[in-house]
């Protein structure tokens, strides 16, 4: 089933670290969309709720310098 949840993002600098983040975030296992808001700092994600690990996502945003939390 396919759900849709918004997420803060912290540590972004500029439009390109969203449109980086945005990236990573599509390319993650059960990840349908995603669209990240730099004026924002937040996520839209849209995802396949049997095959998303939130875990797993907030371990690669991590890795990149910023943070992700459920708002």
Same mark, same amino acid.
């Given at each position: +089933?396919? !759900?849709?949840k918004? %997420?803060a993002?912290r540590? +972004?600098s500029?439009?390109?670290?969203a449109?980086? =983040?945005e +990236? &990573? &975030?599509?390319? !993650?296992?059960?990840?349908?969309?995603?669209h990240?808001d730099?004026?924002a700092?937040e996520a839209? =994600?849209?995802? #396949? #709720?049997?095959?998303f690990k939130?875990? /797993?996502? /907030?371990?690669?945003?991590? !890795? +990149?310098g %910023?943070? =992700?939390?459920?708002?």
């Open positions: +089933m396919v !759900q849709t918004k %997420y993002i540590g +972004m500029c439009g390109s670290c449109m980086s =983040i +990236m &990573l &975030l599509t390319n !993650q296992p059960g990840v349908t969309s995603a990240v730099f004026d700092k839209v =994600i849209a995802f #396949d #709720d049997a095959a939130f875990s /797993e996502v /907030e371990k690669v945003i991590k !890795q +990149m %910023y943070s =992700i939390s459920e708002t």
